[in-house]
């Protein structure tokens, strides 16, 4: 329990945990309440920690992912390249990029002035909302954030499948049909939990420009905001 792979595990728990609470409690009071109101200051709070949350998320799978490679591509050298320092460092460097990264442009965006209705069309604190609140459009906001949004997705999903192509190859030379199951079995998991959370979040911020947006914010927010890390503990505890 104290290899690099459960290290990363229970620090990836840990992160699911406050990605969860970032929205669903409030989602709930407000399910369960006549007043759904959420304060300036607490929307912007949901908003950081919910982007903060989920772009750490992304740095975890990545590196979840090579340290799936360097165990069954480079076996012999695993203890000594992924000692628990290098670890250690690896997994403050995910926290710390994943909450500077949209760090600025929250800042920009709560700074802009806000009038009309003041409803936000969504059951959380959200980039498109938000925006379309405010006062004068800004389209040059709404893309740097949508690019830094895609940035970090497409980059690190590039490696994570660059990582598990290396994977098969180095699986597909195994002689024994139990030695590929083995492999196989480790990294499924895995590959499971990347394919739920990716998957969702690439058709949200990847068809930007669809009819129905609000409707598939609200649905695909909810699959990999709540369903996605229900059911990653499930997931793990199966392959464990």
Excluded at 2 to 13: C, E, Q, R
Excluded at 50 to 62: D, K, P, R, V, Y
Excluded at 100 to 107: H, M, R, S, T, Y
Aim: charged share 10%; with cysteine.
């Amino acid at each position: 329990f104290h290899s690099p792979m459960y290290f990363l595990l229970a620090n990836f728990s840990f992160l699911e945990i406050w990605y969860v609470t970032s929205t669903v409690p409030n989602m709930l009071a407000n399910f369960l309440s006549d007043t759904k109101v959420i304060s300036f200051s607490g929307c912007f709070l949901q908003f950081y920690f919910f982007f903060s949350l989920g772009s750490t998320e992304c740095f975890f799978l990545a590196l979840m992912a090579f340290d799936r490679y360097l165990a069954i591509c480079q076996p012999l050298h695993y203890p000594t390249v992924m000692t628990a320092r290098l670890c250690t460092h690896l997994v403050v460097s995910c926290w710390v990029l994943g909450f500077l990264w949209f760090f600025f442009p929250v800042i920009l965006i709560s700074q802009m002035s806000f009038c009309g209705s003041r409803i936000i069309d969504h059951f959380l604190c959200d980039t498109g909302p938000l925006l379309a609140l405010t006062c004068r459009k800004a389209p040059v906001v709404q893309l740097v954030f949508s690019n830094l949004t895609l940035l970090p997705l497409i980059i690190l999903f590039l490696f994570i499948m660059g990582s598990y192509a290396l994977v098969l190859r180095a699986v597909l030379k195994v002689p024994s049909a139990a030695g590929r199951r083995k492999a196989f079995s480790t990294c499924g998991a895995h590959l499971s939990v990347v394919s739920l959370f990716y998957g969702s979040v690439m058709v949200m911020y990847g068809s930007q420009k669809s009819e129905h947006k609000a409707g598939i914010q609200k649905i695909v927010t909810l699959f990999y905001s709540v369903v996605t890390p229900l059911l990653n503990p499930i997931i793990y505890t199966l392959r464990n």
